[in-house]
């Protein structure tokens, strides 16, 4: 069975930076592509970040682009979201997902796989 555990979440302040983990268990890390997605309060589940199953391709929503990086790490079959220069606007409960294969998407759709979510709080 699958599992996928965020970790890293937190509070902090407007400027500051978080680094969220993803460790996926239960399956292979290779041919497996995966994608950041969160949530705020009262709003639907968007798109942040994806990766390629080899790291060679990534993606980011616009929101995201320039602050954000996605990483991954084989040998600990975890995914990494560096985020720098958090806004209030960031705060949201920040999911992994996975899903078999090698093409990144920033639809929901195309991941099987789903970790409970990470909070994360940014004070202005």
């Known amino acids: 069975q699958v599992q996928l555990v965020e970790s890293g979440g937190g509070l902090v302040q407007a400027g500051g930076s978080l680094r969220l983990s993803c460790a996926v268990s239960?399956?292979?890390?290779?041919?497996?592509?995966m994608a950041w997605f969160r949530q705020a309060p009262g709003k639907e589940r968007e798109f942040v970040a994806a990766s390629s199953w080899n790291s060679a391709n990534t993606l980011y929503a616009d929101s995201v682009k320039g602050r954000f990086t996605i990483a991954r790490d084989e040998a600990k079959h975890t995914m990494y979201l560096q985020m720098n220069r958090l806004k209030d606007k960031d705060t949201a409960v920040y999911y992994c997902a996975g899903g078999p294969g090698e093409y990144k998407s920033p639809r929901a759709v195309r991941y099987a796989d789903w970790g409970e979510g990470t909070q994360v709080t940014v004070s202005s």
């Open positions: 239960g399956r292979t890390f290779s041919n497996y592509a």
